[in-house]
């Protein structure tokens, strides 16, 4: 009897303990991480950074304070997580575009030089680490956006074309990558600048956002067919300096940014954009407000898409669940008009920007997902 009960007694306790034993721990997050990486040779902001064919990261010009530009290039090496030094543009410049052919060389073109917008263009080519000039464009473009298209040549939007708070423009131009030259295209419906340009799925190209006389809450699409921009819905928010990012089922992101109010406008919210129905969708706001952002968050290998940037911590959006999730790790403080570059084996190098002052870093970090 007593060897019974014994024996219901050790079943009981070890049900016990089974219910009672904690579970296995979960992973610290889905999201991803962020740490340190190597220096850049120069601190830069409003640079940009381009993947090169061969793995390698391009990164043109840029800015260590304001009106002190850069000439200088350099590349990373994401085997050996280092930087070294190559060719030099003709001019420096800040708030250019770069763009990888598909010859492998990478278009260069637009910006600031000085106290004024520039129309020069530019040909790097990783064979022999140098820059060549091209013909110029048809106007002077500060920060325009640029969008490599699915026949290979790239459609160049909108920026200011005069110095200081500028004449923000409406015109748009195509560099025709086989005759290495710059011809018109039709023009946008509204003038911008700090707008996002985004590829979409079929080959047209989402224009949304920027400022013209204010910031505006107007997009557009650009269909390389026709050579024409068709008005589509507007942003649930106005909003310039933002992030725009393709998502796996061929819908956009958009996140963050300003309004007028600028450094005290800046937005935590999101919206997702559907080329088949042409509208914008409220969608769960980040976790901070930022702004000063690269114009194209990328799309993870996981479809994840990462938004780093304009603050100390960055954040991912899962397009299934519809909500931002915190990076783990930080930027040690808000970093505007840094650069986020997906490399081949599906980290991301973040590089540059400033902070609260105007002094660009040459610190780097390396999202892990």
Not at 166 to 192: P, W
Not at 318 to 340: C, N, P, Y
Request: with cysteine.
């Amino acid at each position: 009897m007593f060897q019974s009960r014994l024996l219901t007694l050790l079943a009981v306790l070890a049900v016990c303990t089974i219910t009672l034993a904690p579970s296995a721990p979960e992973p610290a997050t889905k999201a991803g991480s962020i740490s340190k990486g190597a220096e850049m040779l120069s601190p830069r902001s409003g640079h940009t950074a381009t993947l090169l064919p061969d793995g390698r990261v391009l990164i043109a010009g840029g800015m260590r304070r304001n009106q002190e530009f850069y000439r200088s290039a350099e590349l990373f090496d994401p085997t050996s997580g280092k930087f070294q030094s190559t060719g030099e543009m003709a001019l420096g410049r800040v708030g250019h575009v770069a763009v990888l052919l598909r010859s492998g060389k990478v278009l260069i073109a637009g910006g600031w030089i000085g106290f004024g917008p520039t129309d020069e263009a530019e040909l790097y080519d990783p064979a022999t680490g140098k820059f060549t000039a091209i013909a110029h464009m048809s106007t002077k473009r500060g920060r325009p956006e640029a969008t490599l298209l699915h026949d290979g040549n790239v459609l160049v939007t909108g920026g200011a074309d005069s110095g200081g708070a500028g004449t923000n423009i409406t015109s748009a131009e195509i560099f025709d990558a086989a005759n290495v030259r710059f011809r018109a295209t039709g023009s946008m419906h509204q003038a911008r600048v700090a707008h996002t340009a985004t590829l979409l799925v079929d080959g047209r190209v989402l224009i949304a956002g920027g400022r013209g006389s204010e910031v505006t809450a107007s997009a557009e699409i650009y269909d390389p067919k026709t050579g024409t921009f068709t008005e589509t819905g507007r942003l649930l928010a106005a909003r310039y300096k933002h992030t725009a990012g393709l998502l796996p089922d061929g819908r956009v992101l958009i996140a963050g940014g300003s309004n007028d109010h600028d450094w005290n406008g800046t937005m935590s919210s999101a919206e997702v954009y559907d080329p088949q129905r042409g509208t914008f969708t409220a969608t769960a706001s980040l976790h901070d407000a930022r702004f000063k952002l690269p114009s194209e968050a990328v799309q993870l290998h996981s479809g994840l898409v990462l938004v780093a940037g304009g603050n100390r911590e960055a954040e991912v959006y899962d397009a299934h669940g519809g909500k931002f999730t915190v990076v783990t790790g930080d930027l040690g403080d808000a970093r505007h008009f840094m650069s986020e570059t997906l490399l081949k084996d599906g980290r991301v190098l973040l590089a540059g920007g400033y902070a609260y002052n105007p002094e660009a870093t040459a610190q780097t970090w390396i999202y892990r997902p």
